[in-house]
C-alpha cells in the first residue's frame, strides 16, 4: 500500500510537471515578447485555443468574485472600473480566436467554436445575470450624482448598469433561469447559421469546358477562373465561384444568359435548399427566440429592443425613415429597368429582364452612357496603388504616416503589417490587412481588432486593428487590380480602421462606443474622398505606364457616380425592410421563412427584376453580424456622412486641416464622452439633414 502511494505521489508530481510545461508552451498564458506585443501567430496552435478560454474563463469569475467579496460599500472604482477591467485574458484570447474564425477558419476551428459557445454563453450569463453583482453596480448607479464624476466616468457607470438591465439581470431568478437557456440557444444557433452559409458559399462552383460559353467574358475574369480550377485540381477548364471578385463580372459580362442564371441562383439560393445547410429552419428558431427574450426584458418585440439603444429610438422611426428614401428610389429603378429593357428589345431579345440579367444590361447602359466599364478603370486601381491613395489621404487629413513591418507575425502568409504613425510621430497602432478570398474566409469586408485601445495604470496600450475584405487576387504576372466598388469598400473599411485608432476614451466599455446607427459614419464618411479629383491623381496610377488616371476618365466617373443608384439603393432598402419586419411581426406559430419574406417585399412594392441585397438565409448581418433589426443603418449614417462630407465642401477645402481635427476629435477619438448625435453636433455645429443624402444618391 505504501508503495503504491509513493508511486502515486511521483506520477503525481510528474503530471503536474508535464501540465505546468503544457502550460509554459501556451502562448495565451504568457506574455507574447513579440514586437508590439502582437499575437505569436507562428506559436498559436489550434489546440491551445480551448485551454486558454477555459482558463480565461476561471480567471474572469476570480475578478468578479473579488468584487462580490468586497466588504466596504460599493463605489465607483472597487465596482464600476474593477468590472471595467476584469477579464484581461479573456479579451487576449478571444480578440484572437474570432478574428481568425472569421479571417481563416478550418473544420477544427469550427469544432472548438462549437464546443466553446455553450461554455462562453454559460460563462456570460453566469456574469451578466449574477444578482449579487447587479445590486453593488445599481447600488453605485442609483448614488451616481452625488459621486462627483466626470462625463466620462458617469457614462461609464450608465453603460455598465444598462447592460445588466438589457440582459436581465433585475428579472426575478426564474426568469433569469429561462433567459440563460435563450441566451445559450441563441448563440449556437446563430453559430450554426454561419457555418451553414460559409459551406454552401464554398460548395458552389460554376464549371465551364467550353470556350464558347466564356463569350463576353474579359481576358483578366478568364485568367482568373482558369487559376481558380487549377487550384482545384481542374486545370483545362474555368471555374466561377460566388466570392464577389467571381460571379460579379461574370453576370457583368457573360453574354450566356443561361449561365447567368445559374451562378446568380447559386447565389441567392444559399441557405435555402433544402439540405443539410438550409437555414430556414434555424433562422424562424433564431426569432422566436429574440423575441421571447425581447417580451422578457419588457419589449414589445425585438426591434423595439434594439433601436431603443440606437439613435433611431423606435422601430417607427426606422421605417419613415427609410420610406422616405424608398420611393425615389423605387422610382428611379424602375426608370433604370426600363431603360434597360429597351435595349433587349432593340437587340431582338425575346425575354423580359430577370435579375440574373440586371448586372449585364446594367453594364451595357453604363457603356452607352457614359462610355465607361470596369476594365477602362482597374488598371489605374492596383491593391497597391489604393492602399497609397488610403495612406495619403490619412496624411493629409491627419498627419499619419504608415510603415510596413515584414517581421512581425501573421496569421496567413498573403498579411501585410503597417505601424501607423500619428501627426507628432509618436506610434498609434498596428493595423494588419488581409485581402483575398480563400475557403477558410467568411463572405464581404470588415473591421476589427486583435486589441483594442485602452489604458492600463495610465499607461496608452496602443490597438492592433485588422482589415479584411475579399478582393481580386493577382492574375498571372499582373498586380490585382480592383473595381471602383472595391476601392470605395478599401475606404470605408479603412474609416473603421481610424476609428478604431483614434478611439481615446480611460475606460474599456465606453472607448469606443457609439451606437449601431452611428457606427458606419467614420467608414463611409472616407468613400467620399475616394472620388476626389485631387486624390485620385495621386493613387490612380497605370500599373504600366505610372501615368496617372486622364482628367477624360475622371470626368466619366464623376458623370456616373448617380449611375445604377436605383438599383443599388432599392436592394438595399429591401433588405433593411426585411430585416425590420422579421423582428416586428407576430411570429407566434410556425413560420414559413420563403413567405414571409416574399409577403414583405410584395407589402413594400419590390419589382421582380431586383431582389432584397441579402436574401434571409444569407443574410449574415442579421442572424450573426450584429446588425439584427438594425441593418438600417447603413443608410441612417449615410445622411450623417453626406452631410459631414458637405462641410468639408462648404469651406471649399475637402482637406480642411481645422474641419479634420474637429471629426477626429469629435466622432472618431472621444466617443466615451456623449452619444451619437451630441457628437455630431459638436462637430458640424448642427444636425444633419438628409437632403445632401438624396443629391449624393441622384434621388433628389
Known amino acids: 500500500m505504501r508503495k503504491f502511494i509513493i508511486v502515486s505521489l511521483l506520477a503525481g508530481i510528474f503530471l503536474a510537471g508535464c501540465n505546468q510545461k503544457t502550460e509554459m508552451k ?31 474563463m476561471i480567471q474572469e469569475k476570480a475578478d468578479i468574485d473579488a468584487i462580490l467579496n468586497i466588504q466596504e460599500p460599493p463605489d465607483f472604482n472597487n465596482t464600476i472600473v474593477a468590472f471595467d477591467n476584469s477579464g484581461e485574458l479573456m479579451r487576449k484570447v478571444s480578440g ?43 447600488a453605485v448607479y442609483d448614488k451616481r450624482h452625488d459621486l462627483n464624476l466626470d462625463v466620462e466616468q458617469m457614462r461609464l457607470v450608465e453603460k455598465i448598469y444598462n447592460d445588466f438591465a438589457r440582459n436581465g439581470a433585475a428579472l426575478p431568478p426564474e426568469q433569469r433561469d429561462k433567459l440563460k437557456q435563450i441566451n445559450e440557444r441563441l448563440s449556437l444557433v446563430s453559430l450554426q447559421l454561419g457555418e451553414n452559409l460559409l459551406a454552401e458559399t464554398n460548395d458552389f462552383k460554376l464549371v465551364i469546358d467550353n470556350t464558347d460559353d466564356l463569350a463576353g467574358l474579359p481576358d483578366e475574369v478568364i485568367s482568373a477562373a482558369a487559376d481558380e480550377a487549377k487550384q482545384i485540381d481542374m486545370e483545362g477548364k474555368w471555374v466561377f465561384t460566388l466570392q464577389k471578385p467571381s460571379w460579379i463580372p461574370f453576370l457583368q459580362y457573360s453574354e450566356r444568359r443561361e449561365l447567368r442564371e445559374k451562378l446568380y441562383r447559386g447565389y441567392f439560393m444559399r441557405g435555402d435548399n433544402d439540405n443539410e445547410n ?16 425581447s417580451k422578457m426584458l419588457g419589449f414589445e418585440n425585438y426591434a423595439a429592443f434594439s433601436t431603443s439603444d440606437n439613435m433611431a429610438k423606435t422601430p417607427g422611426n426606422v421605417y419613415d425613415f427609410l420610406l422616405k428614401v424608398w420611393d425615389p428610389a423605387l422610382k428611379i429603378a424602375k426608370q433604370e429597368r426600363d431603360e434597360m429593357q429597351k435595349i433587349i428589345d432593340r437587340e431582338g431579345g425575346n425575354f423580359k429582364l430577370a435579375s440574373w440579367d440586371w448586372w449585364y444590361y446594367a453594364e451595357k447602359v453604363r457603356k452607352e452612357k457614359f462610355d465607361l466599364n470596369d476594365d477602362e478603370l482597374k488598371p489605374y486601381f492596383t491593391k497597391d496603388n489604393v492602399r497609397n491613395g488610403v495612406f495619403n489621404l490619412c496624411e493629409r487629413l491627419y498627419g499619419l504616416t504608415f510603415k510596413q513591418h515584414h517581421d512581425i507575425p501573421v496569421y496567413h502568409e498573403e498579411v501585410e503589417v503597417y505601424e501607423i504613425f500619428d501627426n507628432d510621430g509618436s506610434h498609434l497602432g498596428l493595423l494588419y490587412m488581409d485581402n483575398y478570398p480563400r475557403p477558410g474566409k467568411r463572405a464581404g469586408a470588415w473591421c476589427g481588432t486583435f486589441r483594442n485601445g485602452s489604458y492600463e495604470n495610465g499607461k496608452k496600450i496602443y490597438p492592433i486593428v485588422t482589415i479584411v475584405t475579399n478582393f481580386a487576387r ?24 481610424l ?65 445604377n443608384q436605383g438599383f443599388a439603393t432599392s436592394e438595399y432598402i429591401a433588405a433593411a425592410i426585411l430585416d425590420m419586419d422579421y423582428h416586428t411581426m407576430d411570429i407566434s406559430g410556425d413560420l414559413d421563412i420563403r413567405a414571409l419574406e416574399n409577403a414583405s417585399m410584395k407589402k413594400l412594392g419590390l419589382i421582380d427584376e431586383i431582389i432584397p441585397r441579402y436574401r434571409t438565409t444569407y443574410f449574415s448581418h442579421i442572424f450573426s453580424g450584429g ?44 466617443n466615451s464622452l456623449g452619444e451619437g448625435m451630441e457628437q455630431y453636433v459638436k462637430f458640424r455645429g448642427k444636425e444633419p439633414s438628409i437632403d445632401p443624402l438624396l443629391r449624393q444618391r441622384g434621388l433628389k
Request: proline share 7%; charged share 25%.
Open 474 to 497: 493577382p492574375v498571372g504576372d499582373k498586380p490585382p487590380m480592383w473595381t471602383w466598388d472595391e476601392v470605395t469598400t478599401y475606404f470605408h473599411e479603412f474609416g473603421h480602421g
Open 26 to 56: 501556451n502562448p495565451f498564458l504568457a506574455d507574447y515578447n513579440t514586437p508590439f506585443n502582437v499575437p505569436p501567430f507562428h506559436l498559436i496552435q489550434e489546440d491551445h485555443y480551448l485551454p486558454s478560454f477555459k482558463e480565461a
Open 278 to 293: 438550409d437555414n430556414k429552419a434555424l433562422f424562424a428558431e433564431l426569432l422566436k427566440l429574440r423575441d421571447e427574450r
Open 96 to 138: 484572437v480566436f474570432y478574428r481568425i474564425t472569421g479571417a481563416n477558419t478550418n473544420p477544427n476551428l469550427q469544432a472548438i467554436a462549437r464546443e466553446l459557445t455553450p461554455l462562453l454563453s454559460a460563462h456570460n450569463n453566469s456574469i451578466r445575470l449574477n444578482e449579487q453583482l447587479f445590486e453593488k453596480i445599481k
Open 627 to 670: 446588425y439584427a433589426a438594425g441593418y438600417y443603418v447603413y443608410l441612417w449614417a449615410g445622411v450623417l456622412d453626406a452631410d459631414a462630407f458637405e462641410a468639408f465642401k462648404e469651406s471649399g477645402d475637402v482637406f480642411n486641416p481645422e474641419l479634420a481635427s474637429l471629426f477626429r476629435k469629435h466622432i472618431l477619438a472621444e
Open 499 to 563: 476609428h478604431n485608432l483614434f478611439a481615446d476614451g480611460h475606460y474599456r466599455r465606453t472607448s469606443r462606443d457609439v451606437p449601431r446607427d452611428f457606427v458606419e459614419l467614420p467608414s463611409q464618411v472616407l468613400e467620399n474622398w475616394a472620388g476626389e479629383p485631387e486624390i485620385l491623381k495621386t493613387y490612380a496610377l497605370h500599373y504600366e505606364t505610372g501615368e496617372p488616371i486622364p482628367d477624360e476618365l475622371i470626368n466619366k466617373l464623376k458623370e456616373s457616380s448617380h449611375f
